[in-house]
């Protein structure tokens, strides 16, 4: 599944799943299927309202969340889009606004530096020996198409396309041959980057931690649909020109051997986040810094196209 975040006029976020232009509301569509076998549910009849939620329900809540999209795509197939509208149980693509898989606050978000050896040579560093860990702030996450705030405390704002991994069951010391079975699904980030502040301050987290610089979605797709994350393009284009083009088998640590290194005496939770690195072709190695006004879009195949925009404070 496409799995999707979203929100129609003021309401409240809703749970979904995107299919040919089509969200599908996957709350309500098992509440009907229930309906149907004789269940009687109440408001969401135990759906969960978040992805969160969703992520700690496990396989079994996962499962009702397969059922309803089935369903819904039966539906979608049968009825018009409009009458499912009205029945509250799909809508077109361009009628919601799409949120972070995960909105803010998001749970623990841990990010790797240098994982590519490639982006190493440019920023002039040495290829690590181990994974390397920072993080950033959950309160950073914003959604596909939203703004990212140029703040004036920096003068050298950069962008950072990663594949991300949303973990499924938590654990801890999780050893390499199981760990892709601790994996929900991937989405994209931004991991947007304040470089002035990074020297400045000696360490990366204060210059990647500023109020919306994580750009995350468009999705979140399960494991079922997308299995091997060391097999996939991963690019950036700003205002349409293509500044980063690498693919995921060029990582130093692939994905299953970050979960293993990371969990390491050190339990993570489901919905925790690891993005996974940056290729090259970074602004701060062109000089080539954003400006209020860019458009940023960060694409990941089998995932879709993050797209956000620059704007002043």
Known sequence: ????????????????????ERVLDLGGL??????????????????????????????????V???????????????????????????????VRLLAPIPSPARNIFCLGRNYA????ERGAAVPEYPVYFTKPGTTVVGPGDDVVHHAVTKELDYEVELAVVIGPGGRDIPLDEALKHVFGYTVINDVTARDLQK????????????????????????????????LGISLRVNGKVRQSSHT????????QCIEALSQSMTLLPGDIIATGTPD???????????????IEAE????????SKIVRP
């Open 1 to 20: 599944m496409h799995l999707v975040t979203f929100r129609r006029g003021r309401g409240e976020p809703k749970l979904g799943a995107a299919w040919h």
């Open 30 to 63: 098992a509440k009907e299927l229930a309906a149907q076998r004789g269940a009687i549910r109440r408001g969401r009849g135990g759906f969960p309202r978040t992805m969160l939620e969703l992520i700690q329900g496990g396989e079994a809540t996962l499962n």
């Open 65 to 95: 969340a397969r059922e309803a999209w089935e369903y819904g795509k039966r539906l979608a197939d049968q009825q018009a889009i409009e009458e499912l509208a009205k029945r509250r149980l799909a809508y077109p693509l361009k009628r």
């Open 118 to 121: 490639d982006h190493a040579a």
């Open 200 to 231: 400045r301050h000696n360490q990366w987290f204060k210059g990647k931690s500023l109020d919306t610089f994580c750009p995350m979605g468009p999705v979140l797709v399960t494991t079922d649909e997308l299995s091997d994350p060391q097999a």
């Open 249 to 256: 088998s060029k990582m130093i640590f692939p994905v299953a």
């Open 281 to 295: 072709g970074v602004g701060a190695a062109s000089g080539n810094f954003l400006k209020a006004g860019d458009r």
């Open 300 to 307: 990941v195949e089998g995932i879709g196209v993050l797209a």
